[in-house]
Structure formats: structure tokens, C-alpha cells
């Protein structure tokens, strides 16, 4: 009897293992996969650098938006405002811009500034207010589109937009690199920075793990929280301007659809690498699975219906995988 007991820990323990390798890298093998599946059916349009090149910098507004959201949710909260923030502020900075003749450079420090100020708000109605983030976030999201109607009537914001603001997103200035890639690169590179080697991010990952004991270790949870929501915020902001820029106008809802793949992204990276744990690395990868199976149905000609329903699957694939993981960690 004892033998038959020893031998079930023994399969539960590789059961475990199993299901633990799985939701830790299924997401990679299910990336290589679809890579070699779209290279082999497309030979001559998928495999090329210049293909990468543009599944990059076309993913490069998720990656920075979805990397601000993933510090709010490291900290236990969820930022539905960000794809309402980055549409106002795309109109804002090409309506600073154009209409009130502000140079590039203060106009973006300026929105960035408005970003923060969002992600205040945000921070200080979830920890002050005590309202739920989901409630507080969408609260603010709406708020955000009325003051994007009003600030420009319902109307895009398109002429006058100077040539020197759309080359921040459609330039290449360093080694023939899109801007885009390289923008993203270093917000991406300093947000993995401070989480995984100062001691702010140990705080940060403190107050997502258990934010009873973080307080009880001295950690001012608050405060922690609305840094994570001011910097979902600046991201937020970040990538309003770099969407203008793209767009070479501002318009009132041009970032509504980023939520979403930005939501898909961040859950798919918490099911990367890690039992459940929301990190950078993670989302970026969870981005690129997005980004290349946007890529592939766009070559295979797929209609555009299939976009929605691939990003839907994968956010439920996504939140699946996580919570498979977590349960794997606290079993």
C-alpha cells in the first residue's frame, strides 16, 4: 500500500512538473511555432528582415502601452483608461502643436506631464477613494473621451501637422532602425530596470505579492500603487503621441483598440516564463504572439473579422494559461 501511495506522489509530482513546463513555456513554443508554420506556408513574404522589421515597429505602440500597463497590474490593480488616455492625448499633442504653435519638444513634455497627472488620478481614487481600480479606470477612461470630443469638437486634428512630428514615428535615425523600435526598446529596457534591479521594483513586486505584508514591512503600499498607475499613465501618453505622429493626426478615438491587445499581451506574459507573475519580459513576448499572428493573416489575406477573433481567443488562452500557473505555484 505504502509502495502504491509513494508511486501516485511520484506521477503527481510529474503530473505537476508537466503542467508547470507547459504553462511556463507555452506561450514561447506556440511564438516559434507560429513563426515556422507562417515561414514555411510563405516562404517569400514571411521569413524576410524587412517583414520582422515592420511586425516590430507596427507592435512597438503595444509593447510600450501594454509595459505601462503591466506596472499597475504588478502592483495588484488594472488600468482600463489607457486606450481612452492615449487617444486624448494624441489630440492634445497635435492640437498643442498646430494650434497653439507650441515647439515638438514641449508640447510632448507637456502630454507626457498629462499622462502622469492621469495616472495620478487614477492612484489616488483607487488608494484614497478606495474604489475599485476597474471601476475607477473606466470612470476616468470615460471622462477622458468626453474631454477628447471636446477638446476637438469630434473633428481629427490633421492640417497643419509639421513634418518634423510625423518623423519621430515614420523616422529612422540611428543605423536605418524605425524610430518606433528604438523608443520602445529603451522604455521597455528602463521599466525591466527598475522593477527587477532597484530597490523600488523589489517594493513594487512586494505590494503586488502580498500588500498586507508589505505594509507591515514598512512599505508605503499607497504611494507604490500610484506610481504604478502614474507610470501605466506616462506609457499611456507615450504612445498617443507616437499613434499621432504615425497617423499624422489626432483623432478621438485612434487608441480605443489598444485596451485590449494590450490587456491580451500582459496576461499572455504573466503565463511566460513564470507561474503567473505579471513581468515585462513576459508581456513583450506575449506582444509579439499578437503581433505575428496579426502579421500572418494579414499575408494570407484573411478577412479582417478574424483579427477580433484571434485577439479574443488568445486574451482567454491568455488569462487560462495565468491562472493555470498560479494554481501550479500554490499547490
Keep these: ?17 508537466r503542467l508547470g513546463f507547459f504553462a511556463r ?4 513554443i506556440g511564438l516559434v511555432a507560429m513563426i515556422v508554420l507562417f515561414s514555411v506556408l510563405s516562404p517569400k513574404a514571411f521569413p524576410t528582415v524587412l517583414n ?16 505601462g500597463l503591466t506596472m499597475a497590474v504588478i502592483v495588484g490593480e488594472l488600468d482600463l483608461s489607457i486606450g481612452f488616455a492615449a487617444s486624448l492625448h494624441g489630440i492634445l499633442v497635435t492640437g498643442l502643436i498646430v494650434s497653439n504653435e507650441l515647439p515638438i519638444p514641449v508640447a510632448i513634455v507637456i502630454v507626457i506631464g498629462a499622462g502622469a497627472l492621469v495616472g495620478l488620478l ?3 481614487v483607487v488608494t ?3 474604489v475599485n481600480s476597474v471601476i475607477a479606470t473606466l470612470g476616468v477612461g470615460t471622462i477622458l473621451t468626453g474631454l477628447a470630443f471636446a477638446y476637438s469638437a469630434g473633428v481629427p486634428i490633421v492640417r497643419g501637422v509639421p513634418d518634423a512630428f510625423l518623423d519621430i514615428s515614420l523616422g529612422r535615425w540611428v543605423f536605418g532602425i524605425p524610430n518606433n523600435i528604438l523608443i520602445m526598446a529603451s522604455v521597455v529596457a528602463f521599466l525591466w530596470l527598475l522593477v527587477e534591479r532597484t ?36 506609457c499611456a501618453a507615450l504612445t498617443g503621441i507616437l499613434l499621432a505622429s504615425r497617423l499624422g493626426s489626432g483623432t478621438a478615438s485612434a ?25 515585462i519580459v513576459g508581456t513583450i513576448i ?46
Design 199 to 234: 530597490s523600488i521594483g523589489q517594493e513594487i513586486q512586494a505590494v503586488g505579492g502580498n500588500p498586507a505584508a508589505a505594509r507591515l514591512a514598512g512599505i508605503s503600499v499607497d504611494r507604490i500603487k500610484i506610481l504604478g498607475f502614474i507610470i501605466s499613465g506616462m
Design 286 to 331: 506575449g506582444a509579439l504572439i499578437i503581433a505575428f499572428g496579426f502579421n500572418g493573416l494579414n499575408i494570407f489575406g484573411a478577412p479582417t473579422f478574424s483579427q477580433y477573433v484571434l485577439q479574443g481567443a488568445i486574451l482567454i488562452i491568455a488569462v487560462g494559461l495565468s491562472s493555470l500557473g498560479r494554481s501550479i505555484a500554490e499547490s
Design 1 to 17: 500500500m505504502s509502495e502504491m501511495t509513494a508511486g501516485n506522489r511520484r506521477l503527481s509530482a510529474r503530473s505537476k512538473a
Design 52 to 67: 520582422f522589421t515592420n511586425v516590430l515597429n507596427q507592435a512597438s505602440l503595444t509593447m510600450i502601452i501594454a509595459a
Design 128 to 130: 484614497k477613494l478606495k
Design 25 to 28: 513555456y507555452a506561450t514561447i
Design 255 to 279: 487608441a480605443d483598440s489598444y485596451l485590449l491587445t494590450a490587456f491580451a499581451a500582459v496576461f499572455l506574459g504573466s503565463a511566460t516564463l513564470r507561474d503567473g507573475e505579471f513581468h
Design 122 to 124: 487614477n492612484g489616488l
